[in-house]
C-alpha cells in the first residue's frame, strides 16, 4: 500500500468518515486512496472555503473532527478564513494539504511557496511529512491533535511522493481522548465564592451552551441569583422552547457595556471575558465593568458537563430549572417582507431540532430574538467574524445531521464569499434551506460608517457599501448551481414558501427581499 | 487630517489611481479618505480573490501599481492565491490591510490574527504602521517597494487607529524609480558566447515577452540561429500577425523535455530555467537537457529592453526580424462546438489590440494556437497556478485599458473560484467578453489521474473531478450577477454570439458548451 492508502486506511480507523475536498494534480494518489477507502465520503465542493467551512459545521454538529483535501499552498490559503472561524468554534478539523514531491521544492516551480508558514496561521499542529512512511503515523497524529479540548486545527502537509510510495503499514487509530476534568479544590472554591447576593452572571461559550449543561446552569442560576448571558456569537447553542433561556451579549460595544453594567461578579465558562468586537474611537474594548471579579469556572477545553455537575452539588441546587415557553407567533400577513416577519414566520413553522445556521448579519438579529420561544433547535453563529461562514457550515451540518432540517440564514453581502456552496447543497442532496436575506447592501458597514464617525459621505464612499447596481438576483444564481429557488416580497409570500420547504426535504432557497 | 487621510493623498501623488476594495468596520476611515480623494478611483469587489486578481490584471496592462484595500487578516487571507498568482506574474501591488486598533490587539477579539506573518507569504515588503504619523510615509515605501524591478507585492498594514487619529502631512510621493541596467561586461562576454552555430534558444519571460523586446530578439534569432522560447505561463506576451512568433514551452513535463532536446545552450531573459510544473513519479523535474549551458541575459527585475539592444548591436543584428504572417482562418460552421471550432471563431473575428485572458485549461491550448496569426493581441496566463485567476485579472485588465477589447478565456472549474468578478465587471461598465467553456468536469485532473498512475478509478474517485451532477448553469449565474448572456452549442452559434460580442461594447457572456 502506498503512503495515501495508509494514511487513508489510518483516518477510516480513527473514526474520520467524512472527506471535504477540492484537490489538484498533486493530491491524485489521495483522491483514489479516498475512493477505495470505504466508510469515507467524499464530498467535493467548487471552492476551499467551502471545503473548511463544510468542516466547520461538521464538527460543530457531529462533535467529531471532519477531513479536508486541500491544494498546495493555494488551496489552504482560500481555505484560511473558514479555518479561523473553525478555530474560534472550537470545531475539530483535520486537514491534509498535498503539496510538490519533497524533491521537486528546491525548483521553485509556480505553485510552490511557505506551505508550512501559512499552515501555522491558523493550525495548533501543522507537520510535513517526510517520507511514505510517516504518512499514517502523522495520520494520526493529526486527529489526535484536533480532538485536543474542544477541538482544534491540524494540518498534515503531504508531499506527493510520500502519497505515492510504499508505505509499511496503517498506524493505530487515533481514539477520542478523556476531555481533562477542572480540579476539585478550584471548583469547591468557586461553590463558596458563589454564595451570598451579588449582581453576577455567568458568561458561556462552547460546551456550556448544550442542552445538558444549560440545564445544570439553570438550576444553578436559581439558588445563586446569577444571569446567564452567553457570547455574541456562539459555535453552537440549544435554545427554543422547552430549554433554559440564555441571553446573548450585544454586539456593539456600548450596549455590551451597559448590559454587563453593574456586575460584581462574572464567571466564565467555556470561553474568555467578553471584549469589543472591533475598537471604536473613544470607547472602551475591555466590556466588564470595572471592579468586577473574574472567575474561571472552566476553559473550553475542560469537562464543561462535570464540573457544572459539581457546582450544582456542592450549591445543592436541585430544583428543575425554569424554562422558556414555547410561544407560536402568527404568521405574516400580505405586509412588505422585512426581518420581523421573517422572524415570525420561521418561529411558527419551524420543526422540531432544527438547526439554524446564523450569517444574517443585520438581518439576523431580528429573527434570533423572535424564535427564542420556537421549537427547540440549534443555532450556529459566524465565531471568528470572517464572512462566507453561512453557507458553508450549513452545509456541513445537513451531512453531519441528515435527519434534521437546516435553515441557512444568509445576507447578501457574504452569501457571495461562499455562494459555491449551494452546489455542493445540490449534489449531496442535503436537507437545507437557504433564507438569503436580499437588502442590496453591506448595511452593516453603512451603520458602522455613521458610527466611527468617518468624514466622508459621498457617493464614491457609499458605493464601496452598495451592492445595487447591479442588483443581484439569487433565484438565478441558485438555478445556476442547480438550486432549486423562490422570490418572497411579501411576509405572506415568504410564510408559503417557508411552509412548502419546510414540508419537502432537499435544498432550496428562498431570496427575501427586504 | 487623519492618517487614512494622509495615506491616501500619498498614493495619489505616487500616480495610483485606482483602488480595488473590499472593507469592513476597521477600514472605515480608509474608505472614507478613498471617498474624498480625487483621482482615486473604487472599485468594489464582492470578494478578496476579485480584489487581488484584479489589481494583477491592472498592474500587468497598466504596467503601474494598483492598490488593494482588504478586510484584516481574513481579508488578506482569502486574497492570497491571486497575490501568489500576482507575484509570479511580476506585478505591482500595492495592499492596505486594515487592523484592529493597536490597543484591541491583547484582547483576541475574534477577527484577530496573526496579519504580519500573513502578510509575510506573498509580499516582499510588509509593514505595520504604529502610528498615525507613519502612515504616509509607510504608504511611499510601500509605492516605492511595489515598484522594485518588475514589480512585487507590497503590504501595508494599516491599524484602525492610525487611520483615524490625527497625522502630521502626506509624505513625499514615491514616483517610478530607474529599473537597473544590466553589467556592459557581462552583456559583451554573452556577445562572444552566442558566436558559434550551436543548438541554443533564448528563454523568455517578463518583459522580454513585449512586441518591442521581441522585435530585438527577432533580430537576434537571425543571427545566432537561436529559438525564441517562453515560459509557459507568461504574464503577459504579445503576439499575433506582425509580430515576432515565439514558442511556447509545453505544460506537461515529457512534452517540455521533448521541445528542449538537443539544445546546447539556453539564454534566460526574464525568467529561471524551466522546470516541470509538477513532479511525475519516475519524470525529471529539470527540463533542459544535462550538460547544456545556461546563461542569465537579464532578470526579470533589470533594464531588458536595453539589455536586449545591446546584445542586438554587439551581434550586429540589424535585419528586420521575421514576424508571423496573418492568417485569418473560416468561421465554423454548424458542427457540435469544440475547442477548435471556438480557436478559429476567435481568430477570425479577433479585433485589433484585444487581451486575451486565458484560464481556459484544458480548452486554453487550442485557442491560443489557433490564433497565433490573428490580429496582434495580449495574451495573459495564469502565472502561479493558483486557479480563480482569470475573470478578476480580466476585470484588472479592462479597467487599465477601457480602449481594449478583453476576452476572458474561462474554464468552468476555474470559474467558479472567484465568479463574483462578473458583477463587478457590470458594475464597472467594462468591455469584457467571457468565453465560458463548460465541458462539466476539472477535465485537466482526469488526464493528471491516469498520468499519475493513481490506483482506484471508481466512481467516488470520479465523483472528486466531476462538475456534473448538478450541471452548472453558466448563463444564469452570470444573469444573477447582472451580466447579459448566452448560450452557445454548435460552432455557428459561438461564431454568430462571439461576432456580435465584439461589435458590441460592454460586459457580456459566452457559455460554450464543448
Known amino acids: 500500500m502506498n503512503g495515501a492508502q495508509a494514511l487513508l486506511k489510518t483516518l477510516a480507523d480513527s473514526e474520520i468518515d467524512t472527506c471535504f475536498a477540492n484537490p489538484g494534480t498533486s493530491e491524485m494518489q489521495l483522491v483514489s486512496a479516498i475512493g477505495e477507502t470505504p466508510g469515507v465520503r467524499a464530498v467535493l465542493c467548487l471552492f476551499e472555503g467551502v471545503v473548511t467551512g463544510a468542516a466547520d459545521g461538521y464538527a460543530r454538529m457531529a462533535d467529531r473532527p471532519a477531513l479536508t483535501l486541500l491544494h498546495l499552498g ?109 480540579d476539585a479544590d478550584h471548583l469547591n472554591r468557586l461553590v463558596q465564592q458563589l454564595q451570598g447576593d451579588r449582581p453576577r452572571a455567568f458568561f458561556l461559550g462552547g460546551r456550556a451552551l448544550r442542552e445538558d449543561c444549560l440545564n445544570t446552569l439553570g438550576r444553578i442560576a436559581a439558588v445563586t441569583g446569577a444571569r446567564l448571558i452567553c457570547q455574541t456569537f456562539p459555535a453552537r447553542l440549544q435554545r427554543g422552547a422547552g430549554r433554559v433561556a440564555v441571553e446573548r451579549l450585544p454586539y456593539f460595544a456600548e450596549q455590551a457595556t451597559a448590559s454587563l453594567g453593574g456586575l460584581e461578579q462574572l464567571i466564565l465558562v467555556g470561553c474568555a471575558a467578553p471584549v469589543s468586537f472591533f475598537a471604536y474611537p473613544g470607547k472602551e474594548s475591555w466590556l466588564t465593568p470595572q471592579g468586577c471579579e473574574i472567575i474561571t469556572l472552566a476553559s473550553a477545553n475542560e469537562d464543561i458537563a462535570a464540573a457544572l455537575a459539581s457546582v450544582a452539588q456542592g450549591l445543592e441546587a436541585n430544583s428543575e430549572p425554569a424554562v422558556r415557553d414555547a410561544h407560536v407567533p402568527d404568521l405574516p400577513g400580505d405586509v412588505p417582507l422585512n426581518a420581523e416577519a421573517i422572524g415570525n414566520a420561521i418561529a411558527a413553522l419551524l420543526p422540531e431540532n432544527a438547526i439554524i445556521v446564523d450569517e444574517g448579519v443585520t438581518g439576523g438579529l431580528a429573527v434570533y430574538l423572535l424564535t427564542e420561544g420556537a421549537a427547540p433547535h440549534d443555532w450556529l453563529t459566524l465565531t471568528g467574524g470572517a464572512i462566507g461562514q453561512g453557507l458553508p457550515v450549513a452545509l456541513g451540518a445537513a451531512i453531519a445531521r441528515p435527519a434534521q432540517k437546516v435553515i441557512a440564514l444568509q445576507a447578501d453581502g457574504s452569501a457571495m464569499y461562499t455562494v459555491q456552496a449551494l452546489w455542493s447543497m445540490v449534489r449531496e442532496q442535503t436537507d437545507v434551506t437557504v433564507v438569503l436575506l436580499n437588502n442590496r447592501s453591506y448595511a452593516i458597514l453603512a451603520i458602522e460608517l455613521d458610527r466611527v464617525g468617518a468624514g466622508a459621505d459621498n457617493d464614491k464612499t457609499r458605493s464601496l457599501l452598495d451592492l445595487s447596481r447591479p442588483d443581484m438576483d439569487f433565484c438565478a444564481i441558485a438555478a445556476g448551481l442547480g438550486m432549486r429557488a423562490s422570490r418572497a416580497r411579501t411576509g405572506s409570500e415568504f410564510a408559503q414558501q417557508f411552509r412548502d420547504a419546510m414540508a419537502t426535504a432537499g435544498p432550496c432557497l428562498i431570496e427575501a427581499m427586504v
Open 74 to 182: 493555494s488551496g489552504l490559503s482560500n481555505g484560511l478564513a473558514n479555518l479561523h472561524n473553525a478555530r474560534r468554534a472550537g470545531s475539530a478539523v483535520v486537514n491534509v494539504v498535498g503539496d510538490h514531491a519533497t524533491y521537486h521544492l528546491q525548483y521553485d516551480a509556480p505553485l510552490t511557496s511557505d506551505l508550512p508558514g501559512l499552515a501555522a496561521w491558523t493550525s495548533s499542529w501543522s507537520q510535513v511529512a517526510a517520507s511514505a512512511d510517516e504518512m499514517p503515523a502523522l495520520g494520526a497524529e493529526a486527529v489526535c491533535a484536533s480532538r485536543a479540548g474542544n477541538g482544534a486545527i491540524a494540518t498534515l502537509i503531504a508531499p506527493a511522493d510520500c502519497a505515492w510510495e510504499q508505505s509499511s503499514a496503517p498506524a493505530t487509530a487515533a481514539l477520542a481522548a478523556v476531555t481533562p476534568a477542572v
